[in-house]
């Protein structure tokens, strides 16, 4: 219904005559004044623009590395140690996206990233001195994305490493804002629940950077449950449950009712083991509940401090959080070598020339076809853990 609306208001204001091109399925914005701009920018900037495009093709195969490490180990994960399983979908407004804030916190995000993103493109391309025709987004119903469309002749005439600079600098300018950004939103202790999802490092930050809880404290328990009989008491900390680590009440893993889950506690300093048996949940009798009233604060304790989180509303630090997220695996997934992504085109530019056309496009179809699988198994055994989600 939304699109119907945006496609009407497009044509009721001829936005034609400004460079959209309008479609059923489709808007799209070119400016043909970009390259002009990038060159205007790249006068002041110069030195700086060089050692970034040079970084580029560093972070372009390492974050490549990482995006394939993140997606072969969470497929070990799902068989080996489920709970360390992450679920992942693609962010799509209205279908896997359906809360207002988060669409909104989503909408707010990508434009940024989006510019951050192919900025980045475009300025490195005129270091290297290929012309940019035209530069501009386009919006297909419920997706985004934006562009800069290179001088083809000049790209293919362009030098090998001309090219991996010019295809790596997308994603490394949204990596390293999120290093950077990240820097400061350590300070919010919203952030550590971000960073528990995080694989290779994200632990290592949030031990350096954060004071983590021992547990979650039980404030009450309720009459006749499981923790009664079991003889958990207020202010009790549950450690683990069922062997599953719990810092903080997002910890807590799936129960049914009728089953009996191990529980771990710490009273007065004293670590105890419970045996207890799930009850249903009132308001879902599929939903098991070990019968407590907990503590819901975030776990995370900021070590640095030099921003007090407290008296900011809470929808900028969630929309601030989002931004970070999006610019994050953006350019992380970016990298993947899939075709509509940079990761395809940095990998083709690598084996280019070095072998025939034929061989390149077997090899390329290859490496398609197995990162595809990778995502797409990603993403099955994500529904298959845990049905269909949407945040």
């Given at each position: 219904?939304?699109?119907?609306?945006?496609?009407?208001?497009?044509?009721?204001?001829?936005?034609?005559?400004?460079?959209?091109?309008?479609?059923?399925?489709?808007?799209v914005?070119?400016?043909?004044?970009?390259?002009?701009?990038?060159?205007?920018?790249?006068?002041?900037?110069?030195?700086?623009?060089?050692?970034?495009?040079?970084v580029?093709?560093?972070?372009?195969?390492?974050?490549?590395?990482?995006?394939?490490y993140?997606?072969?180990?969470?497929?070990?994960?799902?068989?080996?140690?489920?709970?360390?399983?992450?679920?992942?979908?693609?962010?799509?407004?209205?279908?896997?996206?359906?809360?207002?804030?988060?669409?909104?916190?989503?909408?707010?995000?990508?434009?940024?990233?989006?510019?951050?993103?192919?900025?980045?493109?475009?300025?490195?391309?005129?270091?290297?001195?290929?012309?940019?025709?035209?530069?501009?987004?386009?919006?297909?119903?419920?997706?985004?994305?934006?562009?800069?469309?290179?001088?083809?002749?000049?790209?293919?005439?362009?030098?090998?490493?001309?090219?991996?600079?010019?295809?790596?600098?997308?994603?490394?300018?949204?990596?390293?804002?999120?290093?950077?950004?990240?820097?400061?939103?350590?300070?919010?202790?919203?952030?550590?629940?971000?960073?528990?999802?995080?694989?290779?490092?994200?632990?290592?930050i949030?031990?350096?950077?954060?004071?983590?809880?021992?547990?979650?404290?039980?404030?009450?328990?309720?009459?006749?449950?499981?923790?009664?009989?079991?003889?958990?008491?207020?202010?009790?900390?549950?450690t683990?449950?069922?062997?599953?680590?719990?810092?903080?009440?997002?910890?807590?893993?799936?129960?049914?009712?009728?089953?009996?889950?191990?529980?771990?506690?710490?009273?007065?300093?004293?670590?105890?083991?419970?045996?207890?048996?799930?009850?249903?949940?009132?308001?879902?009798?599929?939903?098991?509940?070990?019968?407590?009233?907990?503590d819901?604060?975030i776990?995370?304790?900021?070590?640095?401090?030099?921003?007090?989180?407290?008296?900011?509303?809470?929808?900028?630090?969630?929309?601030?959080?989002?931004?970070?997220?999006?610019s994050?695996?953006?350019?992380?997934?970016?990298?993947?070598?899939?075709?509509?992504?940079?990761?395809?085109?940095?990998?083709?530019?690598?084996?280019?020339?070095?072998?025939?056309?034929?061989?390149?496009?077997?090899?390329?179809?290859?490496?398609?076809?197995?990162?595809?699988?990778?995502?797409?198994?990603?993403?099955?055994?994500?529904?298959?853990?845990s049905?269909?989600?949407?945040?």
């Amino acid at each position: 219904m939304a699109w119907v609306v945006i496609i009407v208001i497009a044509k009721a204001l001829k936005l034609e005559k400004y460079g959209f091109e309008l479609k059923a399925y489709s808007l799209v914005y070119k400016n043909k004044g970009v390259n002009d701009v990038l060159i205007k920018v790249l006068g002041r900037t110069k030195r700086g623009i060089k050692v970034f495009a040079d970084v580029s093709v560093i972070a372009g195969f390492i974050m490549m590395g990482f995006a394939f490490y993140f997606l072969l180990n969470n497929v070990s994960n799902y068989f080996v140690a489920q709970s360390n399983f992450s679920e992942l979908t693609v962010l799509i407004p209205g279908v896997t996206l359906t809360s207002a804030p988060a669409i909104t916190y989503f909408l707010l995000s990508i434009p940024i990233v989006l510019v951050m993103h192919e900025g980045a493109h475009g300025i490195v391309a005129a270091l290297e001195k290929i012309k940019i025709k035209t530069g501009g987004f386009a919006v297909f119903i419920a997706l985004f994305a934006g562009f800069v469309e290179p001088d083809e002749e000049e790209f293919d005439k362009a030098k090998r490493i001309s090219k991996l600079r010019v295809i790596g600098a997308g994603a490394t300018s949204n990596v390293l804002f999120a290093i950077v950004f990240g820097a400061i939103l350590l300070t919010n202790p919203v952030f550590g629940m971000v960073l528990e999802s995080i694989p290779l490092f994200g632990d290592v930050i949030l031990n350096t950077f954060y004071e983590l809880s021992q547990g979650v404290l039980i404030l009450s328990i309720i009459e006749n449950s499981g923790a009664e009989q079991a003889g958990l008491l207020a202010n009790d900390i549950i450690t683990t449950i069922n062997d599953v680590p719990i810092r903080g009440p997002a910890d807590f893993p799936v129960l049914h009712p009728g089953e009996t889950a191990s529980v771990s506690i710490l009273r007065d300093g004293q670590a105890l083991e419970k045996t207890l048996q799930v009850m249903a949940s009132p308001d879902d009798p599929e939903r098991g509940l070990i019968g407590i009233m907990r503590d819901n604060s975030i776990p995370y304790k900021p070590v640095m401090n030099f921003i007090d989180w407290t008296n900011v509303d809470f929808n900028i630090s969630m929309f601030l959080l989002w931004l970070w997220m999006i610019s994050f695996f953006i350019g992380i997934i970016n990298m993947l070598p899939l075709p509509i992504l940079d990761g395809g085109k940095f990998i083709h530019t690598i084996i280019d020339k070095k072998i025939s056309d034929k061989s390149v496009n077997i090899v390329m179809w290859g490496i398609y076809a197995f990162t595809f699988a990778l995502f797409g198994l990603n993403i099955a055994l994500s529904y298959l853990k845990s049905g269909w989600f949407t945040i």
